[in-house]
C-alpha cells in the first residue's frame, strides 16, 4: 500500500501562485507515472500533469501547459506542482495518484490515490 497526502492548497487571486506538495509513504514501488489530477464542481476529473518514473517524461495537459510545472524529490519522497498565473478554471479539488500498472497520465490507470486538496482561484 502507498499512502499519499496533498498539502499547499488555498484560496488565491487570478495571477497568483501556488505550490502543491504531496507526500508519498514510498517512492520505491515500482510505479510507472506518478502524478497531477484534478476534479472541479460538476465536472470530471481530469488528468493535469504526470511525471515518469524511468527517464523522468513529463506530460501536462494544453490548458496548464505553460503555466504549471511538476517535479519530485525522490530522496524527500516528494512530488510537487509549481502552479503559476492562476485563472479562475483552474478552481478545483487537486489530487496526486500513482500508477503501477499503465505509463499514462490516465484516471483509470492509477493505482493509488490521496485525498485531494482545494485550490480555488477568485478575486
Known amino acids: 500500500q502507498v499512502q499519499l497526502v496533498e498539502s499547499g492548497g488555498g484560496l488565491v487571486q487570478p495571477g497568483g501562485s501556488l505550490r502543491l506538495s504531496c507526500a508519498a509513504s514510498?517512492?520505491?514501488?515500482?510505479?510507472?507515472?506518478i502524478g497531477w489530477f484534478r476534479q472541479a464542481p460538476g465536472k470530471e476529473r481530469e488528468g493535469v500533469s504526470c511525471?515518469?518514473?524511468?527517464?523522468?517524461?513529463?506530460f501536462y495537459s494544453n490548458s496548464v501547459k505553460g503555466r504549471f510545472t511538476i517535479s519530485r524529490d525522490d530522496a524527500k519522497k516528494t512530488m510537487y506542482l509549481q502552479m503559476n498565473s492562476l485563472k479562475p478554471e483552474d478552481t478545483a479539488v487537486y489530487y496526486c495518484?500513482?500508477?503501477?500498472?499503465?505509463?499514462?497520465?490516465?484516471?483509470?490507470?492509477?493505482?493509488?490515490w490521496g485525498k485531494g486538496t482545494r485550490v480555488t482561484v477568485s478575486s
Open positions: 495518484a500513482i500508477s503501477t500498472d499503465v505509463p499514462w497520465c490516465v484516471v483509470d490507470g492509477m493505482n493509488y
Open positions: 511525471i515518469s518514473k524511468g527517464d523522468g517524461y513529463t
Open positions: 514510498t517512492f520505491t514501488l515500482d510505479y510507472y507515472v
